[in-house]
């Protein structure tokens, strides 16, 4: 089966940064994505990795370490904006996508 | 049409009723998916098509039945719905099986 854990909530600070870690355990390894999604919105997508490193788009960057099962989204600079659920979903062996439950990120004021 | 549309946006049923959620997408996409959203388990596979013409299972599929008769289209039925199929459904499309997902607006389904 496929098990792939995020955190639940998140509470950050406008201008700050915040990390959402992602750890997983699934049948083979063809990539991971993270997709942000607003409340009452479809998930859209950010970031893939396939190979280990840091991947980097504007304000936000996002790090795969295949031999720890581990990646994580960095998001720098935050905005109001950037409030809403961040899904970490890994691509397994028959190219299905397992999703994360989603990491509910706020941020304040 | 631009991207990937749903219909309905939302929907009460009774239970026992039968219920075809729309997706249609214009990307020319070959694989199409359906996924259920629940509160604290994230988006679950209900059933894919690789390509029009052929379907499979996901990790939830009981209950619903899926079609593919062309590129665009992949309807997803509930032949009798049931409260616990009560959700959030969204539609995805990809270019290829191992390609990034674009999700449609989403369904908003409740079973009395």
């Known amino acids: 089966g496929q098990n792939i854990d995020q955190p639940t909530e998140m509470t950050a600070t406008e201008g700050a940064i915040v990390q959402i870690n992602c750890t997983y355990q699934?049948?083979?390894?063809?990539?991971l994505f993270w997709y942000q999604q607003h409340a009452g919105e479809a998930p859209t997508f950010l970031s893939y990795n396939v190979l280990d490193g840091l991947e980097e788009k504007g304000r936000f960057s996002s790090f795969l370490s295949r031999s720890k099962g581990y990646s994580y989204l960095l998001l720098k600079e935050l905005q109001m904006k950037d409030s809403a659920s961040y899904l970490c979903?890994?691509?397994?062996?028959?190219?299905?996508?397992?999703f994360g439950a989603g990491t509910t990120v706020t941020v304040r004021a | 049409i631009a991207g990937i549309t749903q219909a309905p946006t939302s929907q009460i049923l009774a239970a026992g009723r039968r219920m075809t959620l729309r997706c249609t997408q214009d990307m020319r996409h070959n694989a199409m998916y359906w996924y259920r959203q629940d509160l604290g388990l994230g988006l679950r596979l209900i059933h894919y098509s690789n390509t029009a013409g052929t379907t499979g299972k996901g990790e939830v599929p009981d209950g619903y039945s899926v079609s593919r008769a062309n590129t665009d289209d992949f309807p997803l039925t509930l032949a009798s719905a049931v409260p616990s199929q009560t959700s959030v459904y969204f539609c995805?499309?990809?270019?290829?099986?191992?390609?990034?997902?674009?999700f449609g607006p989403g369904t908003r389904l409740t079973v009395l």
């Open positions: 995805a499309s990809s270019r290829g099986e191992f390609d990034t997902q674009y």
């Open positions: 979903a890994v691509m397994g062996n028959d190219y299905k996508l397992s």
């Open positions: 699934t049948s083979g390894f063809n990539g």
